[in-house]
T-cell receptor, first 117, second 113 residues
Framework: GNSVTQMEGPVTLSEEAFLTINCTYT??????LFWYVQYPGEGLQLLLK?????DKGSNKGFEATYRKETTSFHLEKGSVQVSDSAVYFC????????????????FGQGTILTVHP | NAGVTQTPKFQVLKTGQSMTLQCAQD?????MSWYRQDPGMGLRLIHY???????DQGEVPNGYNVSRSTTEDFPLRLLSAAPSQTSVYFC????????????FGPGTRLTVL
């Protein structure tokens, strides 16, 4: 089956520090990979995604590269801000047109990020 | 467009009570799903639907029922609430049945005493 493992948290950083949140996965088939972010009191929203090996997803200064050889999709940001404080979820789906999994998402456990001024 | 809406935002139940969590979307998406979020466990899929009249079980379906009579609505029913169902519940939708982006509602925080 599919599974996603994220680095243990919580992560606490000072503003302008470099961020890495590790994510590794196991999957049957060819997964698409996602990072979702959940701000306090809100639902999840898509941060970035990559649908094939070596793709790089990017958004709001965050980046992640789909590494098939290491089955990883680590999230990085060069300079975090206080407003980046949130919970970050790595997720995958092996759904595709005509497939039977219908694009169901498998999530990691989430990583809490707190950024101090 | 409201996107994905969920009601209520908060709910407290006693063990054995029943209730329905509502989810509605105005994006004309085929696929709708329910997740529960528990500390340290990420989100787990309860039930999903690939279109009106079609539903199926996810990873943790026990204790929950769903139906999909319209494209817009996908209610989640707890027939006899248990303390183990204390959680935050999220409804999500996406356009098709492939690797499309899922859009999440704001969530319902449920406490079962």
């Amino acid at each position: 089956g599919n599974s996603v493992t994220q680095m243990e948290g919580p992560v606490t950083l000072s503003e302008e520090a470099f961020l890495t949140i590790n994510c590794t996965y196991t999957a049957t088939g060819y997964p698409s990979l996602f990072w979702y972010v959940q701000y306090p009191g809100e639902g999840l929203q898509l941060l970035l995604k990559a649908t094939k090996a070596d793709d790089k997803g990017s958004n709001k200064g965050f980046e992640a590269t789909y590494r098939k050889e290491t089955t990883s999709f680590h999230l990085e940001k060069g300079s975090v801000q206080v407003s980046d404080s949130a919970v970050y979820f790595c997720a995958l789906t092996t759904g595709g047109a005509g497939g039977t999994s219908y694009g169901k998402l498998t999530f990691g456990q989430g990583t809490i990020l707190t950024v101090h001024p | 467009n409201a996107g994905v809406t969920q009601t209520p935002k908060f709910q407290v139940l006693k063990t054995g009570q029943s209730m329905t969590l509502q989810c509605a979307q105005d994006m004309n998406h085929e696929y709708m799903s329910w997740y529960r979020q528990d500390p340290g466990m990420g989100l787990r899929l309860i039930h999903y639907s690939v279109g009106a009249g079609i539903t199926d079980q996810g990873e943790v379906p026990n204790g929950y029922n769903v139906s999909r009579s319209t494209t817009e609505d996908f209610p989640l029913r707890l027939l006899s609430a248990a303390p183990s169902q204390t959680s935050v519940y999220f409804c999500a939708t996406k356009r098709g049945t492939g690797a499309d982006t899922q859009y999440f509602g704001p969530g319902t925080r449920l406490t079962v005493l």
